[in-house]
Each structure stands twice: as C-alpha cells, then as structure tokens.
C-alpha cells in the first residue's frame, strides 16, 4: 500500500487537511493510527467531526506523533487503498520540549521512505521576500522537489490576504506543482485527489 | 557535530543538537554525496566486468566489439542528457562460432554489463534451445515461445544452435517460434535482448532463410576457433584454477593432443570446452595414478604428468 504524508510547518493546517480530505473522499468514520517516536502505537476510532474537535486547534505543535488512516479512492475501474500520514510540524528551530524534537524527528525519518509528500504550506505567511529568506518551507520545497513525487498545498487560499501570495510562492517553487487550497472549505480537493490517484 | 549517516542526523535533532533546518541540509548533501558514490561504483563494477572478459583468452575482436558496445551505450545516454539526437539502442546480435569459443561466457558478461549501465532492468541470462520454444501441436509453439520471452524480459534471451529453427521445413513449427520471435523483438525492444548464437555456415543459411531476420539483428560478432597455443594456455589456467601444474612434458603432451582444425570447419571439435574435458579427464587419471600410493607429496598431488593424458585421445576426438 503506497503511503501519502503530509508535512509542514507548525499549523499550517495538516491535520484539518488530512481529515477534511477523508471526509471529502466519502469517508464518514476513521481509524487514526497513533504512532510515538518510541514505536508505541494505540488506534482511536472517531467520526470526522469528533476527530476534528480533538486533534485540530490553533495551538501550535497539536500533532506531535505520527497519525495515520486508511483511506480508499477510486481510480480507474478499481477502488485503491492507500494510507495518509499527518506529521508533526517542523519549524526552523530547536524546540525546547523533548516530545516536539521527537515528532519533528519521527516526521523527517518518515520522509525519507514514503511514496507521496504532500507539503502544506501556510499562504498567509508567504510575502514577496520569501523567495529569498530560508525558512523550514524553502527546505522541504529542496527536498521533496527531487523526490519522485511531490506537491505543495497552498493551504488558507480563503483568506483575503492569501490570494495575493501564491503568485510569490510560484515564484519561490517554481519547479514543483502546487495547488491552492483551503483545508478549512474543502477547496482545491479535486485537484488534491487528481494528485494522490496518479500516485498511488 | 559530525553526522555521517541519514540516523545520526534525526538522532541529533532529536536530542536537540541540530534544528531541522541544518538536518535538511546535512540531509540532502548526504544524498548528492552518496549519489556520487553510487555512480562512481557503477563505472568501478562495469571496469570489473570488462576486466573479467578481458581475462579470457584470444578472442580479441570479442573484445573490442564490447567495449564498443559499452562505448556507444555510455555516449547515446550523454547525448540524451544533452537532448541531441540518439540512436535507438537496438541490441540484439548474431553470435557466429564453433563449439566451446565463448559465446555463452561473453553472453553471460555482457548480461551483466547491460545491467550496471541500466540498459536492462535484471540484465539475467535465459538459455534456450530449439526443444524450449517449438511445440508439440498447432498454436504450442507460440505459448512455449512467449513463455520463455517473459521469462527473459529485463534480460538476454540466448538461443543456442538458433538454426535449427529453420531446419525442419515448411510444416514445421519452428518458422512459428521464428515469428513470433520476431514479433517480440519489435514489442519488447526496450526490455529484452535476443542473442542467437549457432555455428557460423548455419546460422548464414539460418538468416537467409527469413528476409527481415538479417537487418533485425545489428550486431554480428564471429567467435573464430582458438590457436594451439591459446587453447594451452586456457589448459593452465584451468589447471592454475583447480590447483593443480602441468609440468614441461605434459604440456607437449597435450599440445600434441590438440590439433584444432585449420579451415575452422570441423563442427565437432569443441575447442575451450574440449579443454576442459580434457584437463577433467587428466585430473581423475592422476587421481588412480595416484591412488595406489600411501604417501603422496604436496607436488605431487598438484602436478599432472604426461602419463595422465594417455588415455584422454577419445576425449579430443568426440
């Protein structure tokens, strides 16, 4: 089963992403499979409304493991499984809780072995000078545009102040596909779904 | 602090020690670094290849041919990376000799050779003969032929004594095997390499017998039969492999025993392979001589004597 996973920086979104995504791919129940740094796993079984209340808010470092669903898409004539991991959020620098360094090594050890990188990035942060700063972004862009596939989401596109920024985020990635979306109204899914059919 | 392997760096960033911004970058140098590696491996283990069909004996057209092979090979791929125009890398070839030159040996090289330069996937060697890919009955043929097709896909199909395809007629099945070879080799050409290889008159009668079969194969390699002297010196290698010596007398012994047909047109003289029978023969000869001793020196054991090949003419002759 090829493995989709979601990085990014500290809430920019991946978790309302990952579960708005599997409620608009007509899943209405989800079993999150917990995944700590030390290997110890439980899994919770919610509906999408209850796992939103409970692993998404504005609090930075929410996620601090690895989360994974099973997800099914139909491509083609056939149904395809395939799983969706969201990460920890990776900043630029050293966090002074242990559980954090830990997520934030768990999330860059994953993406070393997965299929499919869908990096989330906050649009509201993008301004004209991006380009040239050296963020956490402009890291995994480097990464994953080497990988074999990869996309970035340009997630808040709903915000007025976001619409003007993906031009700058164009232009700072230019060798990768992105896709504006808004993890919050389920924008942009269809291309998103387009994206993880052709790799999966 | 120094991080050599992808391990060390998520366990620093774990302990603190680096932020993720420096772990990407250590990351992503140790990518270029070991991609450099690799690359420089692969030319090392191809020059180990062409080493190894070097360490034949004689066959030097051989040779030079492959090497030219891999020479086009490595300057098709440059030119595709500088989108000039290429040629389309159509590989299959004519192997023209006589038993025991080294057509199976040279095959099975260049199956590895293929393989580091990524011309096939698997870069394997299925060996077949006329048995392997004719049927019994009507529409057999072509189920036993694509059989073995797939099974040689990402590798060389090598059909051994490939004339005899052609040898039983009109109503034989072999012109079927024959066609629905020639199917494959347009389909499959990016994943697959045919070798026919079978005396050298045959296989001309062999390729005249189809019109489209001689252009289909742009490579013809002829194995011409080894001299005295190099089919001595495959002796003693042999000899120096299983360790055991020939002394002085025995090696004229031997030369004397190898009288390799000068117009190169006795099929039954098997050449490197006769050697080999030979030299096998000669061992378990020593082995009795050997055997009535109770006490046998190091030398001894090691060294055979011209006494060992008395009895091995039948060999040479068969």
Redesign the interface.
């Not at chain 1, 929410?62 to 149904?79: A, P």
């Given at each position: 089963m090829r493995e989709c996973v979601i990085v990014g920086r500290p809430n920019s979104g991946k978790t309302l992403f990952a579960l708005n995504f599997a409620g608009y791919l007509g899943i209405k129940n989800i079993d999150v499979t917990f995944k700590t740094?030390d290997g110890v796993m439980n899994c919770r079984h919610f509906s999408i409304e209850e796992a939103k209340r409970e692993l998404c808010g504005n609090v930075m470092h929410r996620t601090c493991s690895l989360q994974s669903m099973i997800l099914n898409m139909k491509v083609g004539k056939t149904t395809v499984n395939f799983k969706l991991t969201d990460t920890c959020g990776?900043?630029?620098?050293?966090?002074n809780e242990?559980r954090v360094?830990?997520g934030?090594?768990q999330t860059?050890?994953l993406l070393?072995s997965v299929d499919f990188i869908l990096h989330v990035v906050d649009l509201s942060l993008i301004n004209k000078e991006f380009r040239n700063k050296?963020s956490?972004d402009c890291?995994?862009y480097?990464?994953g545009k080497?990988s074999k596939a990869y996309v970035v989401l340009g997630n808040k596109y709903d915000l007025s102040s976001s619409k003007n920024n993906l031009v700058h985020l164009i232009a700072a990635f230019p060798k990768t596909n992105i896709v504006p979306i808004s993890a919050l109204y389920s924008q942009g899914f269809k291309e998103v779904k387009a994206c993880v059919a052709r790799n999966i | 602090m120094t991080c050599q392997w992808?391990e060390d760096?998520?366990?620093a960033?774990?302990?603190?020690q680096?932020?993720?911004?420096e772990?990407?970058?250590k990351?992503?140098e140790m990518?270029n670094t070991h991609g450099n590696d690799v690359q420089g491996s692969v030319e090392q283990r191809i020059e180990n290849i062409l080493r190894e069909l070097d360490s034949l004996i004689g066959l030097n057209e051989v040779k030079k041919l492959v090497r030219e092979i891999y020479a086009f090979i490595e300057i098709q791929k440059r030119r595709e990376k500088e989108c000039l125009n290429t040629e389309p890398l159509v590989l299959h070839m004519i192997f023209k000799g006589n038993p025991g030159t080294g057509k199976t040996t040279v095959a099975r090289i260049m199956g590895q050779i293929f393989r580091e330069m990524g011309v096939l996937s698997r870069g394997h060697l299925i060996e077949v003969e006329r048995a392997d890919l004719v049927g019994e009955y009507i529409g057999h043929t072509a189920q036993k032929m694509r059989d073995q097709l797939k099974k040689a896909y990402g590798g060389i199909l090598f059909i051994d004594e490939a004339y005899s395809l052609a040898r039983g007629g009109e109503k034989d099945f072999g012109k079927e095997a024959i066609d629905c070879m020639v199917k494959a080799m347009e389909d499959h050409k990016d994943e697959l390499i045919l070798i026919l290889a079978g005396y050298k008159r045959e296989m001309d009668s062999f390729l005249q017998t189809n019109p489209g079969l001689h252009s289909r194969f742009p490579i013809h390699i002829n194995f011409p039969d080894y001299s005295k002297q190099e089919l001595l010196e495959i002796a003693e290698l042999l000899c120096i492999k299983r360790q055991y010596q020939l002394n002085p007398q025995a090696k004229i012994k031997l030369l004397n025993l190898l009288n390799p047909p000068v117009e190169s047109n006795d099929d039954k003289f098997g050449n490197a392979r006769t050697v080999r029978n030979v030299i096998e023969k000669a061992i378990r000869r020593q082995a009795v001589r050997l055997i009535s001793k109770h006490f046998t020196t190091r030398e001894e054991l090691m060294v055979i004597e011209p006494c060992d090949f008395e009895e091995v003419e039948k060999c040479v002759s068969v």
């Amino acid at each position: 089963m090829r493995e989709c996973v979601i990085v990014g920086r500290p809430n920019s979104g991946k978790t309302l992403f990952a579960l708005n995504f599997a409620g608009y791919l007509g899943i209405k129940n989800i079993d999150v499979t917990f995944k700590t740094y030390d290997g110890v796993m439980n899994c919770r079984h919610f509906s999408i409304e209850e796992a939103k209340r409970e692993l998404c808010g504005n609090v930075m470092h929410r996620t601090c493991s690895l989360q994974s669903m099973i997800l099914n898409m139909k491509v083609g004539k056939t149904t395809v499984n395939f799983k969706l991991t969201d990460t920890c959020g990776v900043s630029e620098q050293i966090h002074n809780e242990e559980r954090v360094r830990k997520g934030m090594a768990q999330t860059i050890s994953l993406l070393r072995s997965v299929d499919f990188i869908l990096h989330v990035v906050d649009l509201s942060l993008i301004n004209k000078e991006f380009r040239n700063k050296t963020s956490i972004d402009c890291e995994l862009y480097n990464y994953g545009k080497v990988s074999k596939a990869y996309v970035v989401l340009g997630n808040k596109y709903d915000l007025s102040s976001s619409k003007n920024n993906l031009v700058h985020l164009i232009a700072a990635f230019p060798k990768t596909n992105i896709v504006p979306i808004s993890a919050l109204y389920s924008q942009g899914f269809k291309e998103v779904k387009a994206c993880v059919a052709r790799n999966i | 602090m120094t991080c050599q392997w992808p391990e060390d760096v998520i366990t620093a960033v774990e302990a603190g020690q680096i932020s993720p911004l420096e772990a990407f970058r250590k990351l992503r140098e140790m990518n270029n670094t070991h991609g450099n590696d690799v690359q420089g491996s692969v030319e090392q283990r191809i020059e180990n290849i062409l080493r190894e069909l070097d360490s034949l004996i004689g066959l030097n057209e051989v040779k030079k041919l492959v090497r030219e092979i891999y020479a086009f090979i490595e300057i098709q791929k440059r030119r595709e990376k500088e989108c000039l125009n290429t040629e389309p890398l159509v590989l299959h070839m004519i192997f023209k000799g006589n038993p025991g030159t080294g057509k199976t040996t040279v095959a099975r090289i260049m199956g590895q050779i293929f393989r580091e330069m990524g011309v096939l996937s698997r870069g394997h060697l299925i060996e077949v003969e006329r048995a392997d890919l004719v049927g019994e009955y009507i529409g057999h043929t072509a189920q036993k032929m694509r059989d073995q097709l797939k099974k040689a896909y990402g590798g060389i199909l090598f059909i051994d004594e490939a004339y005899s395809l052609a040898r039983g007629g009109e109503k034989d099945f072999g012109k079927e095997a024959i066609d629905c070879m020639v199917k494959a080799m347009e389909d499959h050409k990016d994943e697959l390499i045919l070798i026919l290889a079978g005396y050298k008159r045959e296989m001309d009668s062999f390729l005249q017998t189809n019109p489209g079969l001689h252009s289909r194969f742009p490579i013809h390699i002829n194995f011409p039969d080894y001299s005295k002297q190099e089919l001595l010196e495959i002796a003693e290698l042999l000899c120096i492999k299983r360790q055991y010596q020939l002394n002085p007398q025995a090696k004229i012994k031997l030369l004397n025993l190898l009288n390799p047909p000068v117009e190169s047109n006795d099929d039954k003289f098997g050449n490197a392979r006769t050697v080999r029978n030979v030299i096998e023969k000669a061992i378990r000869r020593q082995a009795v001589r050997l055997i009535s001793k109770h006490f046998t020196t190091r030398e001894e054991l090691m060294v055979i004597e011209p006494c060992d090949f008395e009895e091995v003419e039948k060999c040479v002759s068969v």
